[in-house]
C-alpha cells in the first residue's frame, strides 16, 4: 500500500515565478491537508480538502495562496507570485474518511515526504 | 491563542537510558494529543495518540501521558537506542473527525552510544 506521495521533491524558484506542489494521498484516503514548516518552526496548518471541497482555509495566506483536490488526480497547492519567505517545506497528509463511531484510526494522518521549495 | 511548548529544543541522552519529552499546552481543550517522529529531510511519522480521557498509552518502548488538569503530555522512550534519534513532534486535535492538527516546535532528541 503506498504511501502519500508528493512531487516534486525539491523545487527551485526564482522571485516572481509560480509554484505548483502535488500530494497524491494514500489510496483509499479522502481528506487532504498542507502544512508548512519553516525553518526552526513547528509544522503549521495551511488547508484542508476533501474531494472538490475545500473545507477549511483559515491557514492560508489571503493572496497568492490556492489549493485544490479534484474529482481525479492528485491535490494541488499553487503558490504565485513566490517571495523569498515562501522557502519552507511543504507537507501533505492525509486520512481515512472518518468512521462512526470516533475510531481513533479516524484521526491518524500521513504524511508525505515533504517538497522543499527555495525561492532564489 | 492556542499555544504548544515542548519543553527543549534539544535533549542529550546516553543508550539505555530513559528519554522524557514534555508537551504543554494552553488556551485549547483538546480531545487527543498524538506525538510523531520527524527524521530530517523527511515528513513526520505517526507514533502514538492518546485521548483525554485516557491517561496512558504504550507501544513497545514508548509510553504517553496525558494530564488534561496540568494541560501536559509526556513522552517516554525506554531503553533508548541512537537510533532512536530524531525529532519528536506533539500534535493536538479537536476531536472532530478531519479536523486540522496544532503541533508544537518539536524537541530533537539525540542518543549517544
Known amino acids: 500500500n503506498a504511501g502519500v506521495m508528493q512531487n516534486p521533491r525539491h523545487l527551485v524558484r526564482r522571485r516572481g515565478q509560480e509554484a505548483r506542489l502535488r500530494c497524491s494521498p494514500m489510496?483509499?484516503?479522502?481528506?487532504v491537508y498542507w502544512y508548512r514548516q519553516l525553518p526552526e518552526e513547528g509544522l503549521k496548518f495551511m488547508v484542508y480538502l476533501q474531494k472538490e471541497n475545500i473545507i477549511d482555509e483559515s491557514g492560508m495566506p489571503k493572496e497568492r495562496f490556492s489549493a485544490e483536490f479534484p474529482k481525479e488526480g492528485p491535490s494541488i497547492l499553487r503558490i504565485q507570485q513566490v517571495v523569498r519567505g515562501d522557502s519552507a517545506a511543504y507537507f501533505c497528509a492525509s486520512s481515512p474518511l472518518p468512521l462512526a463511531g470516533g475510531r481513533s484510526s479516524s484521526y491518524e494522518q500521513y504524511f508525505g515526504p515533504g517538497t522543499r521549495l527555495t525561492v532564489t | 491563542s492556542q499555544k504548544i511548548e515542548q519543553n527543549s529544543e534539544a535533549l542529550n541522552i546516553q543508550e539505555g537510558k530513559t528519554a522524557t519529552l514534555t508537551c504543554n499546552y494552553t488556551n485549547y481543550s483538546p480531545a487527543y494529543l498524538q506525538w510523531y517522529r520527524q527524521d530530517p529531510g523527511r515528513g513526520p511519522v505517526f507514533l502514538l495518540l492518546i485521548r483525554e480521557n485516557e491517561k496512558e498509552k504504550r507501544k513497545e518502548r514508548l509510553k504517553v501521558t496525558f494530564d488534561t488538569t496540568l494541560k501536559q503530555s509526556l513522552f517516554h522512550i525506554t531503553a533508548s537506542q541512537p537510533a532512536d534519534s530524531a525529532t519528536y513532534l506533539c500534535?493536538?486535535?479537536?476531536?472532530?473527525?478531519?479536523?486540522?492538527?496544532?503541533f508544537g516546535k518539536g524537541t530533537t532528541l539525540s542518543v549517544s552510544s
Open positions: 489510496k483509499g484516503h479522502s481528506h
Open positions: 500534535a493536538l486535535g479537536s476531536g472532530q473527525a478531519g479536523t486540522a492538527l496544532i
